[in-house]
Each structure stands twice: as C-alpha cells, then as structure tokens.
C-alpha cells in the first residue's frame, strides 16, 4: 500500500495556518532532503488534541490601572 503524504502548503490549508507555522507545530513524518512531510492522520490526530486558543501562554494582558 501507497502512503500519500501532504506537503507543509496541503498541512497549513487542513489546519487553517501559515505555511511557516507548521514547521512550529509539529515533526514531519517524513523528509526528503529538503522537504517535509506528514501523513494526514498525524495531522487530523494532532489537530483534535491542541490546545485552544489562548492556551500555554502568549503574551499577559495589561493590568488596568483604575
């Protein structure tokens, strides 16, 4: 059996982010030279268990100062 795997630009379109924040997310299952590559099961599994959004951080809010 064939694997397909999907490219960073087919990873960024499945999971609705920039091409350059998929390299941040997650470790391709495959590379050739240069380029990476995931099989969409790694890609459907790691997106049902992120975070939301606002989770692990970012940058604190300003107190109001009253």
Do not use: C, F
Request: proline share 6%.
């Amino acid at each position: 059996m064939t694997e397909h795997y999907l490219s960073v630009k087919q990873v960024g379109e499945r999971l609705g982010v920039k091409n350059a924040s998929v390299y941040k997310l997650l470790e391709p299952d495959a590379t050739i030279g240069d380029t990476k590559s995931w099989l969409p099961e790694t890609i459907d599994e790691w997106n049902r268990n992120r975070p939301g959004r606002g989770a692990g951080g970012g940058r604190p809010r300003k107190k109001k100062v009253e």
